[in-house]
């Protein structure tokens, strides 16, 4: 994809490079072409979009870069995890719950985003300082308040 | 198949936004019909005074799916569990698990209760291999919740032998 192995991205580039590598690879350009070239086709436009939606994001971009490394966020319960920071989670979780009106919704995502991006900058200098162990503990946070925001959308859906 | 693949070619922008913004469309689906029964019909939802001395509260998180439970137990002075309640704000089979947690821990007696075992929640529930790690975090729950209770009642006996001393 061309990306420099880095967490921040263009993501403009991202996609401009995605768009040209599709328009390139895609089966239907491959039509007419040998059944060995509509595989290869297909198989490589597959891999190129799930390129691109594995590096869009900086929670699943985040996660994949630990992969390089040979790290993972371990399945099971988080035992590192203080409870001041779940209390938290779950006073945010209740908020969106018991949300009434769409404002209270925004205003939750609002100060969701916040954190999110707050967390990509922490983010961004532990994997440039190669601290691994603190870009796992932030990409677990990130997921958490990754939750969060999907819910905060869900529930502004509920509104419409 | 050519005309598959240019629908394809349209919507496949479309389609990861949608899916993002669509998750679980039902789990009828995909979830035995006891996950639903709890994860429709949740028992024991709620709160209970987490500052009381007789109430235990575990707090526990999965980071890899990013669900949050909470469980507390209440506890008479016979060391009988008389109430439990959970909120968890995860999947399906997170918040059944979390469901039938606190039905199987009320009445039971706190060594009881440290008894019941995560494989015990996902045979009950049939949960797949996939999920098994959200029948641990109700296991996991359970015993957060009773060592904070031990922990207040440490503390109390503490606060007693202070006071007579």
Redesign the interface.
């Known amino acids: 994809m061309a990306c420099d192995h880095t967490f921040t991205l263009d993501a403009h580039k991202l996609q401009r490079r995605y768009l040209q590598l599709?328009r390139a690879l895609?089966?239907?350009n491959f039509?007419q072409k040998s059944v060995t070239e509509q595989e290869f086709s297909e198989s490589q436009s597959a891999l190129v979009?799930k390129a691109y939606?594995t590096l869009l994001k900086p929670l699943s971009r985040g996660l994949y870069m630990l992969e390089l490394q040979g790290m993972r966020?371990?399945?099971?319960?988080?035992s590192g995890?203080d409870?001041e920071f779940?209390?938290e989670?779950?006073e945010i979780?209740?908020a969106v719950?018991e949300a009434q009106t769409p404002e209270e919704a925004n205003k939750i995502g609002q100060d969701t985003k916040g954190k999110l991006a707050d967390l990509t900058e922490r983010i961004d200098a532990a994997l440039r300082e190669a601290e691994l162990q603190t870009a796992r503990a932030l990409l677990?946070q990130m997921?958490?308040h990754?939750?969060i925001e999907?819910?905060v959308?869900?529930k502004l859906?509920e509104f419409m | 198949m050519a005309a598959v693949s240019l629908r394809n070619s349209a919507t496949s922008l479309l389609l990861f936004s949608r899916r993002l913004l669509v998750p679980s469309l039902n789990p009828v689906c995909f979830y035995h019909k006891k996950v639903v029964d709890h994860y429709e019909n949740p028992r024991n939802v709620g709160s209970l005074d987490k500052n009381s001395k007789s109430v235990g509260t575990g707090l526990v998180g999965a980071p890899a799916c990013g669900d949050v439970m909470k469980l507390q137990i209440q506890v008479d002075e016979n060391g009988k569990i008389v109430d439990a309640k959970f909120k968890t704000f995860g999947c399906g089979s997170a918040i059944a698990s979390s469901s039938i947690a606190t039905e199987w821990v009320k009445g039971k007696s706190i060594d009881d209760a440290l008894k019941i075992k995560n494989t015990d929640i996902a045979k009950e529930l049939c949960l797949p291999p996939v999920k098994l790690h959200c029948s641990m975090l109700a296991e996991d729950a359970i015993r957060a919740a009773l060592s904070d209770y031990r922990l207040k009642q440490q503390d109390k006996e503490e606060t007693r032998v202070k006071a007579s001393g």
């Open positions: 599709q895609h089966p239907d039509g979009n939606t966020i371990e399945e099971g319960t988080d995890a409870t779940l209390l989670l779950m979780n209740e719950d677990a997921k958490y990754a939750n999907e819910k959308k869900e859906r």
